[in-house]
């Protein structure tokens, strides 16, 4: 099978990478996991071996089906989907994950995770390209800020758990990666607010523009600030002014 670049097929080859994953991410038979990418299935077995009540995958490429159908076949747990990630309804998803740990592809990373922050599961574990890794993490004042980054501070905290050689890959890929963890811990259900991913993605539209040329009077008190320059509780303030009703600190 040769491996697609548009799929961002970059396969895990290192064990020590495969062993920390694991043990970082502490799967259980407490756990239900979803798994993203499954590709060849690595992770995958690594998985199952931990002993999962629960593993759905959703893999893209329609190439992997007959090898992971055989994976499938002795493991009651595995939960197979064939299908895009990103448009995937993962209300589906029965009985419903609490991880995601996945080594996803570099061009549906930030979609991906914008959309899986709008269910509630509260503990990520995942391989990203280096750059995009420390965009998640970035911190005001930095030309990495964007709205993705706040949206997580908003809800919990990103942190990079481990730098990872592009050498860990088959075939490996043009740049080094990341293990970003996200742990999701309050304002449930803001995601599913598209006044706040307006909000977000608005402000951030021309980055070297006043909040006020972006937003107009909503910037209120931060009109003369640039969106990267505004702390995560600054956004908030902002979106709770435009949401004087509904929004109550903590109950979202
Ligand atoms: N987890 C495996 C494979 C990583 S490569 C490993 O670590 O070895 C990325 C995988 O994501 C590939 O299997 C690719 O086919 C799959 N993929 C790419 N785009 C996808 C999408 N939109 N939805 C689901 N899977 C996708």
Request: net charge neutral.
């Amino acid at each position: 099978m040769k491996p697609l670049k548009r799929y961002g097929q970059n396969f895990l080859i290192d064990k020590n990478i495969l062993a920390f994953i694991i043990s970082r991410s502490r799967p259980s038979f407490q756990d239900c996991v979803l798994e993203i990418g499954p590709g060849h299935g690595v992770l995958t077995r690594a998985l199952l071996a931990e002993g999962v009540a629960c593993l759905h995958t959703i893999e893209l490429d329609e190439r992997l089906r007959p090898e992971l159908e055989d994976l499938a076949a002795n493991n009651d747990s595995l939960k197979l989907h064939f299908a895009d990630a990103v448009r995937f309804d993962y209300a589906t998803l029965d009985p419903f994950p609490d991880k995601v740990i996945a080594n996803i592809p570099y061009n549906i990373t930030t979609p991906l995770i914008w959309k899986s922050l709008q269910y509630p599961i509260k503990y990520y574990l995942l391989m990203l390209q280096k750059e995009l890794a420390l965009r998640l993490i970035a911190p005001p004042d930095t030309k990495e800020r964007y709205p993705l980054g706040v949206a997580i501070e908003a809800m919990g905290h990103a942190s990079i758990v481990k730098r990872v050689s592009r050498k860990s890959f088959r075939p490996a890929p043009e740049v080094d990666s990341a293990l970003v963890e996200i742990v999701i811990e309050k304002n449930f259900g803001i995601m599913k607010d598209s006044s706040w991913s307006e909000l977000l993605h608005k402000g951030f539209a021309h980055r070297r523009k006043t909040l006020r040329n972006n937003l107009g009077e909503v910037a209120g008190i931060y009109s003369d600030k640039r969106a990267e320059d505004l702390t995560c509780e600054q956004w908030l303030d902002l979106y709770k002014n435009i949401k004087p009703l509904l929004y109550v600190e903590g109950a979202l």
